[in-house]
């Protein structure tokens, strides 16, 4: 197989606050962003529809040959990550792998929490389906006693209409991170279960007491992928090393380049596609 990019996909455009911080950690690699923006919200889908989108994002991005994909999105990680691995890796791309964002934070948790008391803020759907409280009593060894999660339905869209400083997102930022600060005074952990949260991260901290840890994704999952090209070379050996970042949507082309800047923090072109 000819060496190609790892695929970095997400259902919009939170996945990018993954991808800024995978270049800054594998600056030589090269990487394939795929944003699904015209089926953008994944969080009120049910799980079949998810499982479904992101297992044609999954296929697409290996007929582009990465041989590594990497689900930035906490929606689809939790919806439909399991079954692709476990179902449709074995049947479609035995040799290929498929990684998401919500394991890398799991085992991120067990090393530094000291009390066992964690916290999830995330979208309703990556709430309801349960993946933080069973991934923590799975994988933690032990670590975690108690996990209490909020929904923050408004959190992305004011990330996605650009009103991050304004008081309504202060609003909205106070009273989620109190609702799950009432469901356990002894947080000393919390997971920013969404991949768009980390752009609210003043205004989150405003509002989060000093003594609680909190967790942004991009540079745990950065961590964990690099150690995990270490244990697996034969994966390691077919990427790509030129430097190189290439961006693709299937929503307008214009759209996706003028809010995927505020996530890089710089010009982005991108080409549109469907899959």
């Given at each position: 197989?000819?060496k190609a990019p790892i695929g970095v996909f997400d259902s ?236 693709q949507t299937t929503e307008s082309v214009e759209n996706f ?19």
């Amino acid at each position: 197989m000819k060496k190609a990019p790892i695929g970095v996909f997400d259902s919009g455009y939170g996945g990018l606050t993954v991808l800024k911080e995978l270049v800054k950690t594998l600056p030589g690699y090269d990487f394939l962003y795929l944003g699904d923006n015209a089926r953008t919200p994944y969080g009120t889908r049910s799980f079949d529809v998810v499982y479904e989108y992101t297992l044609q994002a999954v296929k697409y991005l290996f007929s582009q040959n990465c041989p590594l994909v990497i689900i930035a999105c906490n929606t689809a990680s939790a919806k439909a990550l399991r079954n692709i691995q476990q179902l449709d890796l074995p049947q479609i791309a035995p040799e290929r792998r498929v990684l998401g964002v919500i394991r890398p934070s799991v085992e991120k948790v067990a090393e530094i929490t000291k009390n066992g008391h964690v916290g999830v803020l995330g979208t309703t759907g990556t709430v309801t389906s349960l993946s933080y409280p069973i991934e923590l009593e799975k994988w933690s060894g032990g670590h975690v006693k108690s996990t209490v999660q909020e929904a923050c339905p408004m959190w992305v869209p004011i990330v996605e209409n650009n009103e991050i400083e304004t008081p309504g997102a202060e609003y909205f930022i106070q009273k989620n991170i109190q609702n799950i600060l009432d469901k356990d005074p002894q947080l000393d952990t919390l997971i920013l279960g969404c991949t768009h949260y980390p752009l609210l991260i003043n205004s989150i901290r405003r509002y989060v007491p000093g003594n609680i840890q909190i967790l942004e994704q991009g540079a745990i999952v950065a961590e964990k992928l690099t150690d995990y090209l270490v244990r697996h070379p034969e994966i390691e050996g077919k990427l790509s090393q030129n430097g190189r970042l290439k961006f693709q949507t299937t929503e307008s082309v214009e759209n996706f380049e003028g809010k995927a800047a505020l996530f890089m923090g710089h010009e982005v072109e991108a080409e549109h596609v469907h899959f």
